[in-house]
Every structure is written in structure tokens, then in C-alpha cells.
């Protein structure tokens, strides 16, 4: 009984985090329902941007292993800002991808908006740039 109890407890605590994690990315908008199970474990499974006057969000996706499409800041690689929101949600948590060497391929993108594949990620100052065929560069 003391172990149910405990369990109940937890996964109240568990919900209650990515409940707050989820409202500080996703604002003003609902978020699809993810479909199907995304075809890799080192991309993304949604987006969240602006386009005109509204904001949308799309979970593409079930990632491998979650059977979800998390939204909250663990999984968001942000390149907006909170006016003008550009985020893609990752099937594995940010903090699992390595750094991108300067000019290293660090994003392939299948087609405009999606990004399919995140090889590495550009970070302290760096941008991303492009580097043709759906390529993005890590660059100083």
C-alpha cells in the first residue's frame, strides 16, 4: 500500500514539472497530437513558430522510446525569440547532443522547416549557416 501511495505521489510530482517545463515553451497556442512514430532518434518530432499574425504548433512524430512528442525545454531547440517563436522539439533531450566543431555540419534539413537530423549543435556564440543540399554549418 505504502509503495502505491508513493508511486501516485510521483507521478503527480512527474506531470506537475512537464506541465510548467511545457508552458514556458509552448504560449497562446494548443500543440497537435503527434502521429506515427518518428523514423529517427537523433532528430525532431515537431515545431513551434510564428507565421503572420499566429502562433502554431505541430508534433509531427512519437519518438522511439517515449511514444511521445515532448515540448517542454529539455527537448526545444530554440532559434527564435518570444516574439517571434522558432522552435523544433528533439526526440532526445538537449543536453545528449555534442558541440559542433567550427564549420562542421551541424543540421540536415529534407525539406524547408523540418529538421530531420541534428548531428551537432552550435553553441557559445556560434550560427548556424547554410551549407547547400539542406546542410546547415556550425560558423564562429
Known amino acids: 500500500m505504502k509503495s502505491a501511495v508513493f508511486m501516485m505521489a510521483l507521478s503527480m510530482s512527474i506531470s506537475i514539472v512537464f506541465t510548467k ?3 514556458s515553451v509552448v504560449k497562446d497556442v494548443d500543440c497537435s497530437d503527434p502521429k506515427g512514430t518518428c523514423p529517427f532518434t537523433d532528430g525532431t518530432c515537431g515545431a513551434y513558430y510564428r507565421s503572420g499574425n499566429a502562433n502554431y504548433c505541430f508534433r509531427v512524430c512519437k519518438c522511439k522510446g517515449t511514444n511521445d512528442c515532448l515540448i ?3 527537448h526545444a531547440l530554440v532559434r527564435g525569440n518570444k ?6 522539439f ?3 533531450p538537449i543536453r545528449e547532443f555534442r558541440e559542433c566543431a567550427d564549420g ?3 543540421l540536415v534539413y529534407p525539406q524547408p ?3 530531420r537530423q541534428i548531428l551537432c549543435l552550435c553553441s557559445r556564440g556560434r550560427r548556424y549557416d547554410k551549407a547547400g543540399n539542406g546542410k546547415y554549418k556550425c560558423f564562429d
Open 83 to 88: 516574439t517571434f517563436p522558432s522552435t523544433v
Open 104 to 106: 562542421e555540419i551541424a
Open 21 to 23: 517545463a511545457e508552458e
Open 72 to 74: 517542454d525545454e529539455d
Open 113 to 115: 522547416g523540418l529538421i
Open 90 to 92: 528533439t526526440c532526445k
